[in-house]
């Protein structure tokens, strides 16, 4: 038997933790484990078997348990898509979208190529303006010039995005539109059916008989912290990619019809502390034809199929940090932000945690600029103390500046779905790790898995965790050195 080593002369944990691993007879697995997880940096782990069956004969021709890991148990991606929370797993996630808005463009995936031909543009919908900012206006020919305040802003400026006077800024009306863009979104697309069905000529019924309207979209945080939304909009026939659209159905029809719906769109809302308040778009629509890869958009600069999915995969990954926000919810988990906690005889009593203020941390001690805070603030102001817009979880949705949508969303028949590129890769993991056991591969028409596993915690013990930080430099290294042009 091997002795164990004496490490009590180690203060380090992380190191003694990787000695000790380094002694363990499944290191290289352990090692491996960490590898195949590219460095996640909250994995999960957990405890349970799967078991695979031959459904023509019900016997078992393989069986998996977390009890024959090094370890005890199995880790998992966490499948964070933030890359703020997680480089390794939005990486992924960005791979996997950018993977699924091509499919929709070129084909692939399941999705045949003849949708290329289909009527497709790029749409940017803005917000509008809340009270002039700082900004860094150019001419037609890209040439910066001064700022309505006076000053020519270097790019990438703090001041850039933020209010050129903060007490006469709309911030409630700033908050109110993120929390209501997804409604927004939800509005224009009821409009834009609409709208094509009247340039076809057509009642709604008559459309789905003819014709889809298709789309996938992200979103993104401008620098003055509010929400817009890039999509790709396509014109199909009634099933989707599969079908050739319609004679009637061209670029210049979709381009006219979704100007029309955007200036349509509004949502009043009402409020004792803000009065009645309409919602729409900003002025500042963008509609683009989506090209071949031999030919341009607008004679000069191309949009073509790479071009636009690795620009919405980009932005897929992100939140809202990108206004200098932060990437944590701001309520007190114990009370929920309720700032009271119930009693056993019914009644509550003032949370121990937050002391009553519902609240994680202090707003005034965020380390954010001053905009934000305002934002934060006037989210956390109208969630914890108007009730008409409790619907709204203004609250719960504080630190992202109150959008509580989802970043990235496609219609039904737009593509593939996330969900079948992740069975995909999850099957190729498994029949990769079948192979280098030796065991034959598995035919999923004649296969069942039965799987029984339960969550044990989160994260790496700290051997482990040197090792996914060695991981990460080295993937990190790598695309450098890729981006230098080193590696091809």
């Given amino acids: 038997m091997t002795k164990e080593p004496d490490l009590r002369h180690i203060s380090s944990l992380y190191a003694r933790d990787l000695i000790t691993l380094a002694n363990n007879p499944g290191f290289d697995r352990v090692q491996a484990t960490v590898e195949r997880l590219a460095g996640c940096t909250s994995p999960i782990q957990l405890v349970g078997r799967t078991t695979t069956f031959d459904t023509t004969t019900g016997e078992a021709v393989h069986d998996y348990t977390s009890a024959s890991e090094p370890l005890g148990r199995t880790l998992t991606a966490c499948g964070n898509r933030r890359a703020t929370r997680c480089p390794s797993c939005s990486r992924t996630y960005a791979a996997d979208t950018y993977q699924l808005i091509r499919a929709g463009l070129s084909g692939g995936k399941g999705t045949p190529e003849q949708v290329r031909t289909h009527p497709r543009v790029f749409l940017t919908l803005t917000a509008p303006s809340f009270g002039p900012v700082h900004n860094r206006p150019t001419t037609k020919n890209g040439k910066p010039f001064p700022c309505r305040c006076g000053t020519l802003h270097p790019a990438g400026h703090p001041a850039l995005g ?59 945080f401008q620098k003055r912290g509010l929400v817009h939304f890039h ?12 079908n050739t659209p319609p004679a009637w159905a061209t670029t210049t029809l979709l381009t006219t019809a979704i100007r029309d719906a955007a200036t349509r769109v509004s949502i009043t809302v009402t409020g004792d502390s803000i009065g009645e308040r309409h919602l729409t778009w900003g002025a500042q629509l963008d509609v683009r034809e989506i090209t071949r890869p031999d030919a341009t958009a607008d004679g000069t600069t191309p949009l073509t199929d790479a071009a636009v999915a690795g620009y919405v995969a980009k932005y897929a990954t992100k939140s809202a940090e990108g206004t200098g926000t932060i ?89 593939t779905t996330l969900g079948a590129l992740r069975g995909a890769r999850r099957t190729w993991h498994t029949e990769q790790a079948r192979h280098r056991a030796g065991h034959p591969p598995t035919d999923p028409t004649t296969t069942l898995v039965v799987g029984h596993w339960r969550y044990l915690a989160t994260g790496y013990t700290p051997g482990e965790e040197l090792l996914a930080q060695t991981v990460r430099h080295n993937r990190q290294a790598h695309q450098r050195l890729k981006r230098e042009g080193e590696f091809e």
């Fill in 162 to 220: 933020t209010p050129l006077d903060p007490t006469t800024y709309d911030y409630a009306g700033a908050v109110l539109f993120n929390a209501h863009a997804g409604a927004l979104w939800a509005r224009f697309t009821t409009y834009l059916r609409r709208e094509v069905a009247r340039a076809a000529g057509l009642t709604i019924a008559e459309l789905r008989d003819q014709c889809r309207i298709s789309f996938a979209k992200v979103a993104e």
């Fill in 231 to 242: 999509a790709i909009v396509r014109l199909d026939g009634p099933e989707g990619s599969t």
């Fill in 327 to 415: 990437d944590r919810p701001l309520y007190c988990t114990p009370c929920k932000g309720r700032g009271r906690t119930p009693t056993p005889t019914g009644l509550t009593h003032e949370c121990a945690t937050c002391e009553g203020t519902g609240l994680a941390e202090p707003i005034a001690d965020l380390d954010v600029a001053q905009h934000v805070r305002q934002m934060i603030r006037t989210c956390w102001d109208l969630g914890h103390r108007v009730p008409d817009f409790a619907d709204l979880k203004l609250t719960k949705w504080a630190h992202m500046l109150g959008f509580r949508g989802h970043f990235s969303t496609k219609s039904r028949r737009y593509s």
